[in-house]
């Protein structure tokens, strides 16, 4: 069956720390990969997406993903975050009809 | 550009009577949006997919004849909720699915109480 995970639920980081939320993925083929945020009151927003080609993905609010086929993931990483980022972050995978299965999410909080 | 709305942010209502929450793509035109219910600190799940002038696809385990999907125009789907128990109350997000980058823009979602 085709799933998401996402293995940590909740990561703590000090504002200017580096920060990396683990995505793995199983499906038959590659499919589509995304990286979402949701920040209380609003809507998902895509920070990246993986179709094909380059496997290292750069997004928005400096975040970037890598795709590594082998390890069946598709990490987040940004190198300093802000109190911003603080926010639940989901990563899904997709299908060329464009259902999206996401992973359980992980909390970002972040510390002075 | 690629803004999704949802109508009304939130409601409540009372058991057995039905809510139609809207979901709207305000700058472009959407063959296909998704409804996904979210339950507190929960993850995202697909309830069922709207394509333009056809019947909504849905998911095995959600009820068709409680969820009613309406896809009336390229630009605005419903959902309604009929009908409405507490246990339906939850957190219902929409997205539409841009045909040329095949990427989905989330609406803010409708918070439904139902007492």
């Known amino acids: 069956a085709q799933s998401v995970t996402q293995p940590d639920i909740h990561i703590t980081v000090s504002e200017g720390a580096s920060l990396e939320l683990r995505c793995n993925y199983s499906y038959g083929a590659t499919p589509y990969l995304f990286w979402y945020v949701q920040s209380p009151g609003q809507g998902l927003q895509l920070l990246l997406k993986y179709f094909s080609g380059d496997t290292l993905v750069q997004g928005i609010k400096g975040f970037e993903a890598e795709f590594k086929r082998s390890q069946s993931s598709f990490n987040l990483r940004k190198p300093s975050v802000h109190w911003s980022d603080a926010a639940e972050y989901f990563c899904a995978g997709g299908d060329s009809w464009g259902k999206l299965q996401f992973g359980a999410g992980t909390q970002v909080v972040v510390t002075p | 550009g690629a803004v999704v709305s949802q109508h009304p942010s939130w409601v409540i209502c009372k058991s057995g009577t039905s809510v139609k929450i809207e979901c709207r793509s305000l700058?472009?035109?959407?063959?296909?949006m998704f409804w996904y219910r979210q339950f507190p600190k929960q993850s995202l799940m697909l309830m069922a997919t709207?394509?333009?002038?056809?019947?909504?696809?849905?998911e095995q385990g959600v009820e068709k004849d409680k969820f009613l999907i309406n896809h009336a125009s390229l630009t605005l789907s419903t959902l309604t909720v009929t009908s409405a128990h507490p246990e339906d109350s939850s957190f219902y997000i929409c997205s539409a699915r841009t045909p040329r980058t095949d990427t989905q823009y989330f609406g803010p979602g409708t918070r439904l109480t139902v007492l």
């Open positions: 709207s394509n333009e002038g056809s019947k909504a696809t849905y």
């Open positions: 700058d472009f035109q959407a063959t296909t």
